[in-house]
């Protein structure tokens, strides 16, 4: 067990605090709400989780006939779960959380922070590329959205299969983190999205011919307070993440920054379908670079901080 604990990282030790506070509490803010266990996104890091304990008892084959590889196979799996939880924890918190943010602050900042975007651009970004909407667009536009949560994810698989523990927990911790700031700045900056605030100024309508139409109809349907869920954007600050991840750590595949270079098309469409999209406003993208930035240094503190107190009561 020792070995175990000497692995836990600052992320699974952080996230299994949270969802014992955060559990409770969604239950005594609003009682008759549901509580979301599992959701599409979540099926990401559970994949994960599954893969890598199959893969660890296919890999003992014969051993597991002996009492002490079944050990090994049942510890390596309880690593597997340890490393892996924050990630469908911070998801549950996520999804819980952003439907009830309407009952912790209802104050509307709409109308405030959208002159930063009036003031620098004369427009609303939204409305002024309802020019170049068209269904393919639309669906392409879909797709970069949708994939947000998998950008840093295929940074988090890479290290796990090549066995780069300091790089999964290191990048773990950032993640989680990106993840609560956003969280703060919901509750602290209730902000509608343009297809919420502006509903009435677009004179076209966003259709696509397949990817569009089934993706926004699960969101609405899925996330009854998406409204009050724009400011800072975390598709934008996971994505940055991702790429931050990717260009740090050279060699994650190929030669140098293959990764990164890979990455980068795909993280710069998905920053412009937030706005196609009508999801957020421009400050909503820079709220979700600065939460990126903040949350790569924080965790590299905090998860090097852990490292020294383990070292120090001799589990590391």
Known sequence: MGNIISKIGFASLFSFFVFIVSLPLFIFIDPSAPIIYLDSTITFPLGGMLF????????????????????????????????????????FIYENFKARIHLFNHKDFTPYLIEFDRTLFGTDLSIYLQKVVSPILTDVMAFF???????????????????????FRLSSAMLVLCFYIGFLG??????????????GAFTKKLHGIFLHNTFDSFYKRHN??????????????????????????????????????????????????????????????VAGWIVAIIAYEMGNYLEKGWEKVLKKVGLR
């Open 52 to 91: 890598f304990i199959s893969l660890i008892f296919i890999r003992s084959g014969k051993k597991l006939l002996k009492r002490e590889g079944l050990y090994e196979a049942c510890e390596k799996s309880l690593r597997v779960l340890f490393d892996w939880a924050p990630l469908p924890i911070l998801l």
């Open 145 to 167: 959205y949708a994939i947000y949560f998998a950008i840093p994810f295929i940074c988090l698989w890479i290290f796990y299969i090549k066995g780069m523990e300091r790089e």
């Open 186 to 199: 919901y509750v602290l900056v209730p902000m509608k999205p343009p297809w919420a605030y502006l509903d």
């Open 224 to 285: 009854p307070s998406a409204e009050w869920g724009a400011f800072p954007s975390l598709h934008v600050g996971v994505s940055t993440l991702g790429l931050l991840i990717s260009y740090r750590f050279k060699g994650m595949i190929g030669r140098g920054r293959a990764l990164f270079c890979i990455l980068l098309p795909f993280v710069i469409g998905l920053w412009v379908s937030t706005i196609y999209l009508r999801h957020h406003w421009f400050i909503d993208i």
